[in-house]
């Protein structure tokens, strides 16, 4: 079993989100098209996607961020048994709270609390490298951004309308522009406006 297929059951096992493996493959797709080199990872979980990425090439720079312990000794674990522990930076801390990492970024992946994204992006587009993009998971959450009078669920009504204000917000810089994707949870694409 690779290393992939044995965090895949984990997070199954232990009721950890990742990523869908339709939206993982389109994130690994627009990495390799944009040759991105350096990347940024905002909510680790047990490192699987950071993992995925920094396979992609000996060159590749992954730094990513994580706050909760319990994922925080997972995702440790993960990266030292998929030998990536001299590639992958780990930052432990509230990813609003801790200091920007150094340098740009060819790719910022937004995956942590869905209701902080606008914060987020507000705190890391900075770090975006000039022809760099920026790709937003969750963007659809199980279908309830367009539908959230599917939940009767006041906490995840709550959740789904910051995700859809985080999309007009998207649509609303005068300096970006955003693609969206109906794959995997739904994903957001943005890069700066050229």
């Not at 950071?50 to 440790?76: F, H, Y």
């Not at 507000?122 to 000039?130: E, R």
């Amino acid at each position: 079993m690779s290393i992939q297929d044995e965090m895949k059951e984990f997070a199954q096992d232990h009721a950890i989100p990742v990523m869908m493996d339709e939206g993982q493959s389109f994130l690994i797709s627009k990495i390799k098209e944009n040759r991105c080199m350096s990347f940024l990872e905002i909510g680790t979980a047990i490192a699987k996607t950071s993992i995925l990425v920094a396979s992609l090439s000996d060159e590749m720079r992954v730094v990513t961020i994580e706050r909760n312990p319990d994922m925080i000794e997972q995702a440790k674990l993960n990266i030292e048994k998929a030998g990536f522990q001299n590639q992958i930076t780990l930052i432990e801390g509230d990813a609003l709270e801790i200091e920007n990492p150094e340098g740009f970024f060819d790719c910022i992946f937004i995956d942590a609390a869905k209701a902080q994204y606008t914060r987020f992006f507000d705190k890391y587009c900075s770090l975006l490298s000039k022809n760099g993009i920026i790709i937003t998971d969750n963007m659809e959450f199980h279908g309830l951004v367009k539908h959230p009078e599917n939940t009767k669920n006041r906490n995840t009504r709550q959740l789904v309308l910051k995700i859809a204000k985080y999309h007009d917000y998207l649509e609303s810089l005068s300096d970006f522009e955003t693609e969206f994707y109906s794959i995997g949870d739904g994903i957001a694409l943005t890069r700066r406006k050229s």
